[in-house]
Nanobody
Framework: QVQLVESGGGLVQAGASLRLSCAAS????????MGWFRQAPGKEREFVAT????????YYADSVKGRFTISRDNAKKTVYLQMNSLNPEDTAVYYC?????????????????WGQGTQVTVSS
């Protein structure tokens, strides 16, 4: 119902910043909570951040709290992840996901639609 395409990943040095974007298509975007997840090689997909459909509430994993900021622009059908003070442990493929409810969630199995992912690599 919602098609998602991530962009903005790349190779950066430790301490740098990146801004990821997730562009959505479909008329129901503004009714969906959104989330960012990441997956490193050989590891399970882990929660990063989530935002309510209205943009009024956010929640972050402890590992990124204070460094990452999730936001959305419903008029543009886009969700963002601003990543500051990156370190090598942040290296992963980052995925955006849509949940068919207004409230956000940290559980990947509660999301219904996923993007293809964008690679973020942080070197030391």
């Amino acid at each position: 119902q919602v098609q998602l395409v991530e962009s903005g990943g790349g190779l950066v040095q430790a301490g740098a910043s990146l801004r990821l974007s997730c562009a959505a298509s479909g008329r129901t975007f503004s009714s969906y909570a959104m989330g960012w997840f990441r997956q490193a090689p050989g590891k399970e997909r882990e929660f990063v951040a989530t935002i309510r459909a209205s943009g009024g509430s956010t929640y972050y994993a402890d590992s990124v709290k204070g460094r990452f900021t999730i936001s959305r622009d419903n008029a543009k059908k886009t969700v963002y992840l601003q990543m500051n003070s990156l370190n090598p442990e942040d290296t992963a493929v980052y995925y955006c996901a849509a949940r068919r409810l207004r409230a956000g969630s940290s559980y990947p199995d509660e999301y219904n639609d996923w993007g293809q992912g964008t690679q973020v690599t942080v070197s030391s």
